[in-house]
């Protein structure tokens, strides 16, 4: 079974994925579109005004306070995508159900 390797046929051409009229690329607008219909808020360029740079530190362990800072700020940017993720999730999973009820 696995004694001769695999080779693609040559019956006919090998094309890329076609684009159709719902998948067209309208660059940022179709993107806060679809933000929109998912029930995220719209997409922030760079980072949040509120958050301000930090003074530069005096000595170590000032660095080590601020380099906690910053990665207490990365986690809980982390941890609010990643509840954002699983709420999704939940609901494709609902929507899924429902499809699959109204199937049967």
């Known amino acids: 079974m696995f004694s001769k390797t695999w080779k693609p046929k040559k019956t006919r051409e090998i094309s890329g994925p076609t684009i ?18 998912l029930g995220l808020p719209p997409a922030l360029k ?14 170590a362990l000032e660095q080590v306070e601020v380099e906690k ?16 993720l699983k709420n999704m999730a939940v609901d494709m999973g609902s929507e899924l159900h429902r499809s699959v009820i109204l199937l049967l």
């Open 20 to 37: 159709t009229a719902d998948t067209t690329c309208k660059g940022s607008e179709n993107r806060s579109g679809q933000r929109e219909r």
């Open 46 to 59: 760079g980072r949040s005004a509120s958050r301000t740079p930090p003074p530069e530190p005096r000595n």
């Open 69 to 84: 800072a910053k990665q207490d700020d990365a986690l809980s940017d982390l941890s609010n995508i990643l509840g954002d």
